[in-house]
């Protein structure tokens, strides 16, 4: 399992690979962190000029950072998702995996770690970053502005844990039936954003009974309704939100999703197995 999860985060990431498998996952970081440069920089300037309150009010912070960042972000995890799991299939990996004691829920436990340790860094650094620079930038001081905010410190993770739970599901349950990387990257964004212009037509073009319940159906939206209630902001933009429903039932579906999910792709390897 050790050797998956590493082997794993070499290939995401293009490690001991040729150099076309290095530009896109590097680009991303690399758009991952000039983002938090960006941030930081426009702080640092608007600190010095009148009225700074306002432009502290146009720069995201923590929750913000994520829809900031959430296209790169839905990239990179479409991109991860079937670099660990559909070249193992097709190159006849698989068996080598099997002929060891290791159990399809081993193999698939390792995939997981391996994707969720790439996942975790791509939105965990640059906000530990964006932290640290809004910190030596306080009026207050480095030190008042981190014992000031040390709700960040759960409040991130846990937010980042709902956007991996989810996105981690759908892209694995597409590169576990479909053997094209390329195939099952498109097939995760084309789903969610198809998902979502469904869940946007229901919403406002049509009054058919049971359509509020359809817009459930935007999946990309409820891991947004969720970090807005734990960062304690205001949902209106979220399509269910906009339906009536509550962040319980946005948590409802990411769990029904990612227990859907489990289970496909475990019984999908276990008759590869």
């Not at 146009?58 to 991860?80: E, K, Q, T």
């Not at 429903?245 to 409802?252: H, I, K, Q």
Request: no cysteine; aromatic share 14%; charged share 15%.
């Amino acid at each position: 399992m050790s050797a998956i999860i590493k082997e794993g985060f070499r290939r995401v990431l293009g490690f001991r690979r040729k150099a076309r498998f290095k530009v896109f996952p590097w680009f991303l970081v690399a758009l991952a962190l000039a983002s938090v440069v960006i941030l930081v920089s426009i702080a640092w300037v608007g600190s010095g000029l009148d009225g700074n309150e306002t432009v502290d009010d146009l720069i995201p912070r923590y929750a913000g950072y994520f829809d900031f960042i959430s296209v790169v972000a839905l990239l990179f995890a479409a991109y991860a998702g079937p670099q660990l799991l559909v070249p193992d299939r097709v190159h006849g990996v698989l068996n080598v995996y099997f002929s060891r004691p290791l159990t399809v829920t081993d193999y698939l436990v390792a995939k997981v770690a391996a994707y969720a340790t790439v996942i975790y860094s791509f939105w965990l650094v640059p906000q530990i970053l964006l932290h640290l620079g809004f910190a030596a930038l306080s009026p207050d001081g480095f030190f008042v502005y981190m014992r000031e905010t040390t709700d960040v410190l759960w409040k991130v993770p846990l937010a980042a844990t709902v956007y991996f739970g989810l996105q981690a599901a759908l892209i694995f349950l597409a590169a576990s039936f479909i053997d094209r990387i390329g195939a099952a990257s498109s097939a995760f964004l084309a789903g969610l954003l198809g998902l979502n212009l469904v869940a946007v037509f229901f919403n406002e073009a049509t009054t058919a009974p049971g359509a509020r319940w359809a817009t459930l159906v935007a999946l990309e939206q409820h891991p947004r309704y969720i970090r807005d209630w734990i960062f304690g902001r205001s949902s209106e933009v979220v399509i269910p939100a906009q339906a009536g429903f509550g962040p319980e039932a946005s948590l409802a579906v990411i769990i029904g999703v990612v227990a859907v999910s489990v289970g496909l792709v475990w019984r999908r390897y276990r008759r590869l197995a």
